[in-house]
């Protein structure tokens, strides 16, 4: 796709942005403030903006006078870039341009850092895990009758030099017919061992030649999402993708009121059960829509935190949410998948990742293999943030972990008006610095429903870096705006009001609502100084952080470290890898290195116990702040602020 | 038990008996006939015998007079040896008693081989396949929150040097409950690789100390019979054991009836439950028999011909049946007894004796490794009989082995009368030689409702050895007595007359009967000739012979031999392990050692498929006489028979 370069003025910031994108998501992107209260809609007419020179497409409305439109003026949220752009913002309030370009920082999103699939192969990282053998045997006669089974091992031995070969009831039941349907043609799924020393398990026989048909099924089983794929063996391809919320959310909404409820009587059972509904569903969906038949597919690779394997496994986890916080295994043996329930062939291992321990789960472990970070020289700090959060810090040489419990706000959770990032959720916003006027951008481009995470990041860090709170999350009592206003006993700002509304009620950010960030991003950047400080380093080692998790595909990075959840560091130095559990869990299908060193790193991972720490409660209380009590530790951020002052 | 000495008269033959043999049976065992028509139940009062010395207790019977009593005459069926006697048989026709000590051999039934436990100790056979070890683990810390697996695996590698250690997921299901309910003291039972390079399994995890209660399960899958054990792994013992008739039965008799039944739409499964809820039932009962605690159960090994495996594994037994004879597999990878619906805790592994081939089973396999055969210098020749008969012939150097069919006559099938050795059959017999008036047995001692296998042997053996039937088979046709008469064509001998029956039928011995008795006596007696002449070797080398099955433990060996059925050998060199295949697995449950041995001797057996072999048709049409073409190959019998003449 082509870009177009969009200047906006009386800004002088310029942006480059692809084809067919809004002009206020440019502006957005550009970090310039353009009124706009109906999410994206077109229907409250704020965000009129004066196309200079070049062409958009659309943004033409009834909101705009025949006069407005002859000029050209066009809604900036309805306006498609097709062009280089020169747009003007038309700013009502007279203030001094240079207050508005002080105003904000760009927006800016981590790069996203994919599975280079090539360079893997570079490094030898490849060891295919399961690989397919056409073989054309010899059929028996009187004089050959060897049994089917020791026919097949016999052939495998003499003519592909195949040797330690172990065998399963599955093959054995489906041997005799199969062997037989295309007169002894048969191709056999080989699937390798991790260790050398290990057996070659032949868990699969099909008629005729099936090599070039073989697939593998990643999943990452999330507290609140699932998320499956299949996957080609041969090209490496996602050939299907599908999330769901996990079927257990009925239950509790995070893993220790799931745990509260695998207590009760015949809770394990139910809660296992749900799951397991919601396996099958994401099953059916993928392999309906990849189109693969599902007697090629070999392996599924899960991968999920330990509250959410043990229930997958239906393994009691009471001690999980007790001191000392012991689950019942870290390291998961291979077990069938239609054991556990899942609607796949008898002959398809089910394989685990293993965790570090009750709070360190196989997610992160996925999420630090997939990542690549355990073989990196790259002091890199990984976080993956949910309701908990988890740290992993470290390279090639060594790992150090911990989790903390950010609560839900970062999701949406907690909220007055919060909700998951769906349709309608405020994802960005600006601020007009003077007027304290809104600009709301939705998912969807809809009216606003409520506030998802990240929109609750660029709103407290927006609101904080015009002097709209201070950095005690509290707003300054002295503006001139009907939007902040005191609501029984707690000040709030008003987002959108409530005939701009889905939900035709006024939507507000208020103090309880920045508070609740407040204490999350505290919990988080706490648990980095600590285990940053448990390790000897400081922020400053580190040279690469890596963001996982549904929270940080779209957060502002900036913004993230203005409000002190992120640690300050060059944006450039910070990647996304989206979803790091389901990352890891398609490398390992794909590769039995990883599987290889997953056992190493898991015993490398060296776990801290943060509420163990002595340090953690200081630094946590220590950063109860916008940004934190020690300014020193954003420095960039307190020259903005002393530039503005 | 005490023995006394029975002197007969006027035989002049002394036998020993136990304390409370019956007159009767002591007669049989000697060799002796008395009249008898009633099975042993003491109302035809034919019996009747004189004590002349030394006393009984019973036998009196209103059969008998006044004055016969006085006399000492005694009902011989009813009356129980409790002294040294001596008996006077009533010979009531006149013949001389030269003739009647000819009349017949003693009875010789083969030494009863038993497990030796203390032999194979001393020989380092054994290897214990299952350990219990009590731990008393450090709860967790805050310091040490290892997994509960980790936990447990950790104080095993640190206290009890035990390496390569791996887990099941019924163990990480088990263990967070289990490892808290004694405060970390538990019994973890391990289960010892068969090779040194394998691992050691951890099945079970139980609180508290249960190291002295160590069981296993021991199963005999006979196509007729099953037979369970529940076997103490500390002491050897078996501490209950059942059988039940296979409930396969009711979809056929034999094997091959049973392949044709799984062949049909939805047969496999159901002839798969059929013997699933057989085992159950035979689990059921002798759990609750032994009183053991299901949990402390850590094994279940079982052997079974061929077909039988792959029904009870519901693998399609369809090849077995069809040249060239090709089973599925055969050797089986342990397999979770629960997956196969065996009514076991999730721990128990099941696990599969081998096989040779389609018709040389893992019963025949488990009776090799039983009776020690495969290391023993001795070259001997193992039998197992039943519909089918399997041959083993070797020692510990070789080891050949073929089967043949031998058709039902020896399990008392396919006769007019025939029936299994259940209570009522005619399993023993003796002819007065000049009467021709019959001594008939009964198990149970009741009235006679049909003939068994054993029986049958015995019948047509004294019959053949007093020149009433020629070496075809056939009836003389000039014997004076009412017994022997022509029905619808067809010559037969009346051994019990309608109102002395159970059916209110004659009893009768047709010819087609002992046709059916020569072809099945001929199958295995060449069988065995053409299994020795493929191996270059003659009847004369074999040193020992090994019956098995539930045809050998009543068999009078002599008759036997008479009949051709087996070479005749000194009766001395003959020895019976009962259910070869029970014993096993009983064996296997142990000691690993067994386990280990039997892929060698698996691979060792060298199978002859009879039917491919040409001299097989000639040595059956040869053996198709009484005892054989060739007498030579009976010398003991010929010098009999030229003696009487």
Not at 259 to 264: S, T
Not at 298 to 314: E, V
Not at 350 to 369: E, N, R, T
């Amino acid at each position: 796709m082509s870009k177009h370069t969009v200047q906006f003025l009386p800004y002088d910031i310029a942006i480059d942005v692809e084809d067919g994108e809004t002009v206020i998501r440019a502006a957005l992107e550009a970090g310039v403030h353009v009124n706009a209260s109906c999410g994206g809609e077109g229907v409250c007419g704020k965000c009129r903006v004066l196309i200079e020179d070049g062409s958009v497409e659309g943004g033409i409305s009834e909101q705009l006078s025949e006069e407005d439109r002859q000029k050209g003026y066009r809604l900036a949220c309805r306006a498609a870039v097709k062009d280089n752009l020169v747009v003007r913002i038309p700013v009502e309030s007279t203030i001094d341009s240079s207050v508005l370009k002080k105003q904000a920082t760009p927006r800016r999103t981590a790069h996203i850092q994919e599975v280079n699939f090539e360079e893997l192969k570079e490094k030898g990282l490849f060891v295919a895990p399961v690989e397919k053998i056409y073989l054309e045997l010899p059929p028996p006669t009187a004089q050959d009758n060897l049994p089917d089974i020791t026919r097949l091992i016999s052939y495998l031995q003499l003519k592909h030099d195949e040797h330690r070969l172990e065998v399963t009831l599955a093959l054995i039941r489906k041997i005799p017919q199969v062997i037989r349907e295309n007169g002894f043609n048969v191709t056999a799924t080989l699937v390798r061992p991790v260790r050398d020393v290990g057996k070659t398990r032949i868990i699969n026989i099909q008629a005729g030649d099936t090599t070039r048909q073989s697939y593998a099924i990643a999943m990452d089983i999330g507290t609140t999402t699932i998320y499956g794929q299949v996957i080609d063996l041969i090209s490496g391809d996602v050939l299907a993708e599908h999330g769901e919320f996990n079927g257990q959310i009925s239950y509790g909404e995070d893993v220790i009121s799931r745990i509260v409820y695998a207590e009760k009587s015949g809770g394990l059972a139910r809660i296992n059960e749900a799951v397991i509904k919601t396996v099958n569903k994401i099953l059916g969906r993928i392999i309906r829509k990849s189109g693969v038949d599902p007697d090629n597919i070999s392996t599924i690779t899960l991968a999920g935190n330990t509250t959410m394997t043990q229930l997958l496994l239906a393994v009691d986890p009471r001690s999980i949410r007790r001191a000392p916080y012991v689950p019942a295994a870290t390291l998961y043996p291979p077990i069938k998948a239609a054991d556990l329930g899942m609607d796949l062939g008898e002959h398809v291992a089910a394989l685990l990742y293993p965790a570090v321990s009750s709070y360190v789960g196989g997610d992160i472990v996925a999420g630090v293999m997939g990542s690549g970070i355990y073989r990196s020289k790259t002091l890199t700090l990984y976080l993956d943030v949910g309701t908990n959060a988890e740290i992993v810090i470290g390279n090639e040489d060594w790992l150090a972990c911990a989790a903390c419990s950010a609560g839900p706000a970062l999701e949406g959770g907690g909220l007055k008006f919060g909700m998951r990032a769906a349709q309608g959720a405020i994802e960005d916003f600006s601020i007009d610095p003077v007027s304290l006027d809104p600009m709301i951008i939705t998912i969807g481009n809809v009216r606003p429903k409520g506030i998802c995470g990240s929109g609750l990041i660029t709103m407290v860090a927006v609101m904080f870096e015009i002097g709209m709170i201070n950095n005690l999350g509290k707003f300054e009592r002295d503006l001139n705006t009907p939007r902040i206003r005191e609501n029984d006993g707690v000040y709030e700002y008003v987002l959108a009001w409530g005939d701009e509304t889905q939900i035709d009620r006024d939507i507000t950010l208020s103090e309880i609502d920045i508070e609740n960030l407040i204490r999350a991003k505290g919990a988080i950047y706490s648990g980095c100084m600590t285990l940053l400080n448990e390790v000897g380093m400081s922020i400053g080692d580190i040279e690469h952080i890596i963001l996982a998790g549904g929270f940080g595909s779209y957060i502002d990075l900036e913004k993230a470290m203005t409000i002190g959840l992120l640690p300050e560091l060059d944006a450039d130095k910070v990647t996304f890898i989206g979803n790091g559990s389901l990352m890891g869990a398609r490398m390992s299908s794909l590769t039995n290195r990883i599987r290889k060193d997953v056992a190493e790193v898991t015993k490398k991972m060296t776990n801290f116990e943060l509420s163990d720490t002595n340090s953690y409660m200081d630094n946590y209380v220590a950063a109860l702040f916008l940004p934190h009590t020690d300014m020193n530790q954003f420095p960039k951020l307190k020259s903005r602020l002393e530039q503005r002052k």
